[in-house]
């Protein structure tokens, strides 16, 4: 993975907190934590007093913590029932005395489930229902099926999931800029098949993480648009004969829309498999960022340390330091795809209807892509940046070799091709001396093209010398989306321009969301007189 004798010789309590609760806190925490950790520690020894940072703590306490999916969706299945009934009320179809008396019913029900899982699903629920008020509890499902009714509270569960992923999202590409701001003159070399290649410098490559972010968080916005969208009315599959009025219940519910199609109300799943798809994307390129960062803090690149506080320590040997939160987010990356793999299955073994052999995207695959990212976004922030090793290596390894073919063709006027033989022939020649690339001699460079050309080439000293800066390299690249310093900053302030965007967007759609929620609740309290 190395690519010269040069670099080769460097070789020598929370848990008694819920959940839910602590996600916040992590997420929260781990934005400052890289800025304002107490005790920063860079040491190639791996925590031992150092607690675990926030961000940290989540990829160990997600997965024992995660909810089924009928838990997860059941405060959302209360909603619905409560739209509905007011929607039957409001078109006649029960009588609002009667409605009066399921919606009294359902907070008593509500209250019962909150302590008994058993009542979580909806045929043991309607039926405590039942027991509480009597038979007028059967009118609440009038003109509804557990069809449209499971695709509903699914589709409100798994927005409010997208608006928490872009949320995370927003607080890994804000570490990711202010890092790449900090680091807009931090020269370094960028690899291609795991070989030193040319200098840019670490703002440049962060950037890139935050344009691929981007593309992450305009994928996640879009697929919103498309989860939120109200199947409820389409009963089994062919609708109901009863007037529904499915524009009302949408509203209550803060959907900006409906399903059409009764059918596609049921059968359609496209939209869980998006997103199922979109975090096995937006993953990948997570998974890729920490396996970058775990060969920086190898011993042999020794390019970046990662914080103690999101570092393991072996139990036997006590010189490790173990990437842990690199290695357990790359885990669950790995199991992002399993879960769209299994999505995926499901729906080539049926017809498209609606079937409960259709995989769903659980909550727990979610909660360990938060957990992912909240670790990431600490590891960008508090990691600990070699500037020194890694401008030594962008002179000395020979990633300064593009430049001096190009310095050799503007000196001479020879095509470059011929200029990428001669160069070729120098590097070879400079391993065989076991010289580094800052080495490099006109004399070299004249030999090597009466080899190739036999004749010398016209070049200087200067060329050669401004060639082989690395510095200089990164600098003449100022073009759109280059690595010269100027250029990473204009990326910066757009990105800047886009991250307030995103935020807005996500607002917007919280706000939404919460509006709705006040609406379904006044309504409520109209049939209910309790307003």
């Given at each position: 993975m190395v690519s010269s004798p040069v670099l080769n010789s460097k070789r020598k309590s929370m848990?008694?907190?819920?959940?839910?609760?602590?996600?916040?806190?992590?997420?929260?925490?781990?934005?400052?934590?890289?800025?304002?950790?107490?005790?920063?520690?860079?040491?190639?020894?791996?925590?031992?007093?150092?607690?675990?940072?926030?961000?940290?703590?989540?990829?160990?306490?997600?997965?024992?913590?995660?909810?089924?999916?009928?838990?997860?969706?059941?405060?959302?299945?209360?909603?619905?029932?409560?739209?509905?009934?007011?929607?039957?009320?409001?078109?006649?179809?029960?009588?609002?005395?009667?409605?009066?008396?399921?919606?009294?019913?359902?907070?008593?029900?509500?209250?019962?489930?909150?302590?008994?899982?058993?009542?979580?699903?909806?045929?043991?629920?309607?039926?405590?229902?039942?027991?509480?008020?009597?038979?007028?509890?059967?009118?609440?499902?009038?003109?509804?099926?557990?069809?449209?009714?499971?695709?509903?509270?699914?589709?409100?569960?798994?927005?409010?999931?997208?608006?928490?992923?872009?949320?995370?999202?927003?607080?890994?590409?804000?570490?990711?800029?202010?890092?790449?701001?900090?680091?807009?003159?931090?020269?370094?070399?960028?690899?291609?098949?795991?070989?030193?290649?040319?200098?840019?410098?670490?703002?440049?490559?962060?950037?890139?993480?935050?344009?691929?972010?981007?593309?992450?968080?305009?994928?996640?916005?879009?697929?919103?648009?498309?989860?939120?969208?109200?199947?409820?009315?389409?009963?089994?599959?062919?609708?109901?004969?009863?007037?529904?009025?499915?524009?009302?219940?949408?509203?209550?519910?803060?959907?900006?829309?409906?399903?059409?199609?009764?059918?596609?109300?049921?059968?359609?799943?496209?939209?869980?498999?998006?997103?199922?798809?979109?975090?096995?994307?937006?993953?990948?390129?997570?998974?890729?960022?920490?396996?970058?960062?775990?060969?920086?803090?190898?011993?042999?690149?020794?390019?970046?340390?990662?914080?103690?506080?999101?570092?393991?320590?072996?139990?036997?040997?006590?010189?490790?330091?173990?990437?842990?939160?690199?290695?357990?987010?790359?885990?669950?990356?790995?199991?992002?795809?399993?879960?769209?793999?299994?999505?995926l299955v499901s729906l080539d073994g049926i017809e498209y209807q609606h079937s409960v052999a259709?995989?769903?995207?659980?909550?727990?695959?979610?909660?360990?892509?938060?957990?992912?990212?909240?670790?990431?976004?600490?590891?960008?922030?508090?990691?600990?940046?070699?500037?020194?090793?890694?401008?030594?290596?962008?002179?000395?390894?020979?990633?300064?070799?593009?430049?001096?073919?190009?310095?050799?063709?503007?000196?001479?006027?020879?095509?470059?091709?011929?200029?990428?033989?001669?160069?070729?022939?120098?590097?070879?020649?400079?391993?065989?001396?076991?010289?580094?690339?800052?080495?490099?001699?006109?004399?070299?460079?004249?030999?090597?093209?009466?080899?190739?050309?036999?004749?010398?080439?016209?070049?200087?000293?200067?060329?050669?010398?401004?060639?082989?800066?690395?510095?200089?390299?990164?600098?003449?690249?100022?073009?759109?989306?280059?690595?010269?310093?100027?250029?990473?900053?204009?990326?910066?302030?757009?990105?800047?321009?886009?991250?307030?965007?995103?935020?807005?967007?996500?607002?917007?759609?919280?706000?939404?969301?919460?509006?709705?929620?006040?609406?379904?609740?006044?309504?409520?309290?109209?049939?209910?007189?309790?307003?």
């Open positions: 848990n008694r907190t819920p959940f839910a609760l602590r996600l916040v806190t992590a997420a929260v925490l781990c934005l400052s934590w890289g800025a304002h950790a107490q005790t920063p520690d860079a040491s190639r020894i791996g925590r031992t007093s150092v607690p675990k940072a926030p961000g940290f703590q989540a990829l160990y306490d997600f997965d024992a913590a995660a909810k089924t999916l009928p838990d997860a969706t059941f405060p959302y299945e209360v909603r619905v029932h409560r739209a509905h009934v007011v929607m039957l009320a409001e078109k006649g179809i029960i009588s609002r005395d009667d409605a009066r008396k399921i919606l009294t019913g359902l907070d008593t029900i509500d209250a019962r489930a909150a302590k008994d899982p058993a009542l979580r699903t909806y045929l043991p629920y309607e039926a405590a229902l039942v027991k509480e008020i009597g038979s007028v509890a059967g009118r609440m499902h009038t003109g509804r099926s557990r069809n449209d009714l499971a695709n509903t509270v699914n589709r409100m569960f798994y927005r409010d999931q997208i608006n928490r992923t872009v949320a995370a999202l927003i607080a890994l590409r804000t570490a990711v800029i202010d890092k790449a701001e900090d680091n807009m003159d931090t020269v370094m070399v960028v690899y291609t098949h795991r070989k030193e290649a040319q200098p840019i410098t670490l703002g440049h490559y962060l950037m890139a993480l935050s344009e691929a972010l981007k593309k992450d968080i305009d994928r996640y916005e879009e697929l919103y648009v498309r989860m939120n969208q109200s199947p409820l009315g389409a009963a089994a599959s062919a609708g109901t004969g009863w007037p529904l009025d499915r524009e009302r219940t949408a509203s209550l519910l803060g959907f900006d829309s409906l399903v059409v199609d009764t059918i596609e109300g049921t059968a359609g799943w496209d939209h869980i498999t998006e997103f199922a798809a979109d975090n096995a994307i937006y993953l990948s390129d997570l998974g890729r960022l920490g396996s970058e960062f775990q060969l920086w803090t190898t011993d042999e690149y020794r390019l970046a340390e990662l914080d103690s506080a999101y570092a393991g320590i072996s139990s036997i040997m006590p010189q490790k330091k173990n990437p842990d939160s690199i290695e357990r987010t790359r885990a669950i990356v790995a199991n992002s795809v399993g879960a769209l793999t299994s999505i259709r995989v769903a995207l659980e909550p727990r695959s979610i909660d360990g892509m938060i957990a992912a990212t909240q670790a990431m976004t600490g590891v960008v922030q508090s990691l600990h940046v070699n500037k020194a090793q890694m401008l030594r290596d962008a002179a000395k390894n020979y990633s300064t070799m593009t430049d001096l073919a190009d310095a050799i063709v503007r000196d001479s006027g020879i095509d470059f091709r011929d200029a990428h033989e001669i160069v070729a022939k120098v590097v070879d020649s400079a391993i065989q001396a076991n010289l580094s690339a800052d080495q490099i001699t006109v004399d070299m460079i004249r030999r090597a093209a009466e080899q190739q050309l036999g004749h010398a080439v016209r070049i200087s000293e200067a060329s050669v010398r401004d060639a082989l800066d690395p510095v200089r390299n990164v600098a003449r690249r100022d073009g759109i989306g280059g690595p010269a310093p100027a250029s990473v900053k204009r990326m910066i302030a757009q990105a800047r321009k886009e991250l307030d965007q995103e935020q807005a967007h996500l607002t917007q759609r919280t706000a939404a969301l919460a509006s709705a929620g006040k609406r379904l609740d006044v309504a409520v309290a109209g049939v209910t007189g309790t307003h």
